[in-house]
């Protein structure tokens, strides 16, 4: 027995396959359809962490006619943006379409991971010095999320069970293995640190024998994400700022010195507009929206596990992402669940169907959880760009940040920290303002070219 399992994961995924698919016919793609998730009474489809923090109230004044500073969404790129202003004395305006702390803010899997899905000399050899720049920003931006988080940047920290278990990338076949040490040797050639562990090692770090091989880098840390976003949006608004939600953008006006804003409760004249709605940006602002991939990823939460399971699943704590196209990730969360996340293809999809195929995945990899129950299950979406960074830019005069690319708890709010800045003539601005953001191929038709990716990049995963 290794990890308090009772019998090899080999067979018990054998086993759970052989039971569960019986009888079960398959769907258009040839596919058998995953076993149906166990559900606990209590269970919602709702985010887990939305549901154990109340949101602060926003503004309720009515808008004002002016500002220095418009804000369109009041995500964490929003929000850092908003405090920064208001910290520099000028006067903010939030604009959030929907109710505050509703979105993909607080949504996420709540890993703090200092990455651009590059490590720092590839990102050198493409980019030149910019590439180099970026690397360093986005540890800048860990640094920056630890200290709202710890308190470290003098101010009161911002309570979201801030913890740094470091992160454990797992390759999932053999071709992937040069990828996790190759991480590994780019990270420590510039003093960070990390490294390999090879797979007779891996029941240290991971209760599973799915994987190939992995790596640990240090510098990752976790956060219970709805609470970092409520402490964000307290912190801005107690800065100054004045946050609207319910309170949709219909259309920014360029005029002489700024812009009349347009919203659905009236009009506020700006002299700056900056516009952080990330993966949310609809077809108000075209040009922004061809340039931006909204993609679903879905999270499901099991009940709280016992102590001994939990250490046999992850013992060091670590949080996991493996390396497929379609990556899975999953962590303990402050209260000893398991949450598991991903998404299957890029087919359209409701919550219903990622938790049934998330839940079958999940024991796949950990066998010891099967009869395990999901309590919550919930989505979001993640902006997604062609070259898989993040993009500071203009478009009439109004200033944007986007592409978290699926790390925004670090990058996202740093982003929204630094372009603020900026703009107040304090620092330059980052190194992605820099790069060519470019539209995507074919944007009007990506509904009908989308799915043939989606099966391409599932078949790359299988290999």
Known sequence: MRHGRPIGPSVMSWARSEVSHAGRGRDRGGNVPPMPALLSDDYEERCLWQSQVTPPMATHDSLPAEADVVVVGAGLCGLAAADTFARAGRSV??????????????????????????????????????????????????????????????????????????????????????????????????????????????????????????????????????????????????????????????????RTGGHDVVTTRGVVRAAKVVLATNAAVDRTVPQLERRVLPVGSYIIATEVLPEALAASILPTGRMVFDTRNFLAYWRLTPDGRLAYGGRRNMDPTDVADARDFLYDQMVAVHPQLAGVQVTHAWGGNVAMTLDRLPHIGQIEGAWYATGCNGSGVALNTWLGHRLAAALCGDVPFPACAELRHRSLPFHSARSAYLPLVGRYLSLEDAR
């Open 93 to 254: 305006v939030v604009l959030e379409r929907e109710p505050l702390c509703w979105g993909a803010s607080s949504r996420n899997g709540g890993m703090v991971i200092p990455e651009l899905k590059a490590g720092p000399l590839t990102l050198e050899r493409r980019y030149g010095p910019v590439g180099r720049r970026m690397h360093h920003e986005i540890l800048e931006a860990y640094e920056y999320v630890r200290g709202l988080a710890t308190g470290a940047d003098g101010t009161d920290p911002v309570a979201c069970s801030w913890d740094e278990p470091g992160m454990l990338l797992v390759a999932h076949s053999t071709r992937h293995v040069d990828r996790v040490r190759g991480l590994v040797e780019e990270l420590t050639s510039i003093g960070e640190s990390a490294h390999v562990v090879e797979r007779n090692d891996l029941h240290n770090e991971i209760g599973s024998d799915a994987f190939v091989a992995g790596a640990v880098v240090d510098k990752t840390g976790s956060v219970q994400p709805a609470a970092l976003h409520a402490g964000l949006a307290v912190r801005a608004m107690a800065a100054g700022s004045s946050v609207h939600d319910r309170t949709a953008l219909r259309s920014l006006e360029r």
